[in-house]
């Protein structure tokens, strides 16, 4: 099986702008997470979609948002970008049916905000 | 608050030894406790899960324990070798769905 996989794998954009990231789940998946990572703060969640419903939410402002396709792929839009949005972000699929699964990573999205 | 620690200095050991990395937690009653590895440049990859009602998990050289009462997790890794080497980070899952909260992660080096 292929694994999950994320577009595009590095992006540089300017402040104020807007980016979507992409992420295709494992073949039958149907739960994808979103993660931010930041060398300060970590893997922090940001929010966790299924069935085309965001399931979960982190703590993060409403400038960050996604969506998923009736095909299970996700994608996470981040509005007027900032500084501080630089980071590492990484999708997770999972089955979803059942708690506590094993969540497959995607290689991340490596964003530079400048 | 809610906080998830990890040692956060790096861990050298020797090959051969018993590595053994700490997660504590505070403010949370997980239903699960995940461990995983993190290479440089790439996603975390799952290893171990343990749920609240075991004490131990065990797979090959990997061992994980699970105290509710001292809100702690052990991770070990016996008779390490170099390519051990990498970032663990333990994660947990405190209600529905699959939303996970990680700790910072301990970098583990293992030298010949």
């Known amino acids: 099986k292929a694994g999950v996989t994320q577009t595009p794998r590095y992006l540089i954009k300017t402040r104020g702008q807007q980016v979507t990231l992409s992420c295709s789940p494992i073949s039958g998946h149907r739960s994808v997470s979103w993660y931010q990572q930041t060398p300060g703060q970590g893997l922090q969640f940001l929010f966790e979609?299924?069935?085309?419903?965001?399931?979960n939410k982190g703590n993060f402002p409403g400038r960050f948002s996604g969506r998923q396709f009736s095909n299970s792929r996700s994608e996470m839009n981040v509005s007027t970008l900032e500084l501080g949005d630089s980071a590492l972000y990484l999708c997770?699929?999972?089955?979803?049916?059942?708690?506590?699964?094993?969540?497959?990573f995607g290689p991340g999205t490596r964003l530079l905000v400048l | 608050s809610q906080k998830i620690e990890q040692n956060s200095e790096a861990l050298n050991i020797q090959e051969g030894k018993t590595a053994t990395l700490t997660c504590n937690y505070t403010n949370y009653s997980p239903a699960y406790l995940q461990w995983y590895r993190q290479d440089p440049g790439r996603g975390p990859v799952f290893l171990l899960l343990?749920?609240?009602?075991?004490k131990e998990k065990r797979k090959e050289r990997l061992k994980v324990t699970f105290d509710t009462t001292l809100k702690q997790s052990l991770f070990h890794i016996t008779a390490s070798q170099p390519a051990d080497s990498a970032t663990y980070l333990c994660a947990l899952l405190a209600g529905g769905g699959n939303k996970l909260t990680f700790g910072t992660g301990t970098q583990l080096k293992v030298e010949l």
């Open positions: 343990i749920r609240e009602n075991e």
């Open positions: 979609y299924f069935s085309e419903t965001q399931r």
């Open positions: 997770a699929s999972s089955g979803g049916t059942s708690e506590g699964e094993t969540q497959y």
